[in-house]
């Protein structure tokens, strides 16, 4: 869902400039966003230029972060997202 936002096809309106403004904006972002404003692995502290990308990671099997928690800080801003969007 992240991918389709931030490419700016969605009907929504929202693009990437949005995502990363949500993003910032959520409550968890020191989890996952460095002083700089670059994305961040909660756990194995990877970086990535996309939020899509992040989260990529985090549901494969290269880290032990994951969105099936309920307080992890990534799943905390899907919930975040999805209730904006």
Request: glycine residues 4%; contains cysteine.
């Amino acid at each position: 869902m992240v991918l389709h936002l931030e490419q700016g096809t969605c009907s929504s309106g929202i693009n990437l400039i949005d995502v990363n403004d949500y993003a910032r904006a959520c409550y968890t972002s020191d989890e996952y966003l460095d002083c700089d404003g670059d994305y961040e692995c909660p756990t194995c502290k990877k970086y990535f230029r996309y939020m899509s990308g992040l989260l990529q990671h985090a549901e494969s099997d290269n880290c032990n972060e994951t969105l099936s928690r309920r307080k992890s800080p990534l799943a905390i801003f899907l919930r975040f997202l999805k209730a904006r969007v």
